[in-house]
């Protein structure tokens, strides 16, 4: 049996000393950069790496890029390849923020076609909820070769987004907090607000009191609302970075809601160019 959205700690507890199995610990604080790589010295699921957000999961911000864009393929494939990810490996991600960062690797993964990756259902506080074996030694990496089959398809940039948006083709879906898309408060960008005729589903609202997944049905008549008789196809997920967004990309995948694409650079890299609109409010 493969995986390809999200696993329980009880499946996974069967399977962290099996070799066909690949763990990676993703917990970041974007406040503190290196808040994850502590945590991972000070305890982790057993036999996982650690996935670095900023330095394994994107690449260096760059003029006219948001904060967080996507790595060259060929490095990141070969990172993949260092940490034993190869073919018919099963990965798994894991974070301590209810999958908001373990889903970037999730869906970096699909992007690069390897569909067999699924994010840890609750994350750290479930493993360690349920008195799971934690240890702070450092898998050596076993080499695989890791061959990358993109689909760019998956994602839009910004020009992509507009033309769609201007169609009337593309509903964009903004993930962060409510104070955030309408401007309120903006603690990482320049600019507060959002694209306009971005509607916003907080990442966080896909889960349930315990952090976990709420089920398929509850998810999935949350995002029809949004639809509105839309297909998922029409759905471009956005956030600050393109790390958030997967997570309610991740959900709808969870619902049977298959189709929908990525904005990468989001917020972060819309505000880059003065001429592109900006919208406040928590109206659409």
């Known amino acids: ?94 974070d301590d923020s209810g999958g908001a960062f373990a889903a970037r690797l999730w869906w970096m993964l699909r992007w690069l076609g390897h569909d067999t990756a699924a994010v840890l259902d609750g994350g750290w506080d479930a493993w360690t909820g349920a008195g ?63 694209i306009p005729g971005a509607v916003n589903l907080y990442h966080m609202d896909n889960l349930a009191p315990d952090r976990r997944f709420e089920s398929p049905g509850a998810i999935r008549r949350r995002f029809e609302a949004l639809l509105a008789g839309r297909g998922a196809a029409a759905v471009v997920h956005s956030c600050g970075s393109g790390v958030t967004a997967c997570h309610n990309l991740l959900a709808m995948e969870i619902a049977g809601l298959s189709g929908s694409k990525l904005y990468p650079g989001s917020w972060s890299d819309w505000i880059t160019d003065p001429a592109r609109p900006i919208a406040t409010g928590r109206s659409p």
Request: charged share 25%.
């Open 132 to 194: 799971l074996p934690v240890n702070q030694d450092i898998r050596s990496p076993v080499q695989s070769a890791f061959t990358p089959r993109a689909n760019h398809s998956l994602w839009v940039d910004a020009d992509q987004l507009i033309d769609g948006m201007d169609a009337g083709a593309s509903l964009v879906v903004d993930a962060r907090s409510p104070e955030r898309y309408a401007g309120e408060k903006e603690p990482l960008d320049a600019v507060a607000g959002h």
């Open 1 to 94: 049996m493969t995986h390809s959205t999200i696993i329980s700690p009880e499946m996974l507890t069967q399977h962290v000393e099996d070799p066909e199995w690949i763990v990676f610990d993703c917990r970041f604080s974007l406040e503190d950069t290196e808040r994850g790589r502590r945590s991972y010295r000070d305890g982790h699921v057993p036999n996982a790496y650690y996935a670095h957000l900023d330095h394994d999961l994107a690449a260096p911000r760059g003029a006219g890029t948001g904060r967080h864009p996507l790595p060259d393929i060929d490095r990141f494939a070969a990172w993949l390849g260092r940490h034993g990810v190869g073919e018919g490996k099963q990965v798994v991600s894991y």
